[in-house]
């Protein structure tokens, strides 16, 4: 079964950086697409950042776009989502997600939940004024 495992959330500053890891544990897949969503107390989970695994192409929320940098590293099988210029308004969980299939080649396709199979279980992230 596969668990996505993400790590590196936390409290920091306004105008400070965190860098979110996720990595797979269990059977390894291969992905086609790997994602970042973040939900915020009382709203929707919403997209911020996605990456295709095997181009290394990217895809950023337009709240995030300049500040936030999605990566991947393919011998640890691990993803990453580096964060600076952190605002206030950035306070949510962090979710790492997986999509074994492509879905098309339009961006706007990955910004929807059901794009992806697997999720991890979040990590806080809390940025103070």
């Known amino acids: 079964q596969v668990q996505l495992v993400e790590s590196g959330g936390g409290l920091v500053q306004a105008g400070g950086s965190l860098r979110l890891s996720c990595g797979d544990s269990g059977r390894t897949l291969s992905y086609y697409v790997m994602g970042w969503f973040r939900q915020a107390p009382g709203k929707e989970r919403d997209f911020v950042a996605a990456?295709?695994?095997?181009?290394?192409?990217?895809y950023y929320a337009d709240s995030v776009k300049g500040r936030f940098t999605i990566s991947r590293d393919n011998a640890k099988r691990t993803v990453y989502l580096q964060m600076n210029s952190l605002k206030p308004e950035d306070t949510a969980v962090y979710y790492c997600?997986?999509?074994?299939?492509?879905?098309?080649?339009?961006?706007?396709?990955?910004?929807?939940?059901?794009?992806?199979?697997?999720w991890g279980q979040g990590t806080q992230v809390t940025v103070s004024s």
């Open positions: 997600a997986a999509g074994q299939s492509s879905r098309g080649v339009l961006w706007s396709n990955y910004r929807m939940t059901p794009s992806y199979d697997y």
């Open positions: 990456i295709r695994w095997t181009l290394g192409s990217t």
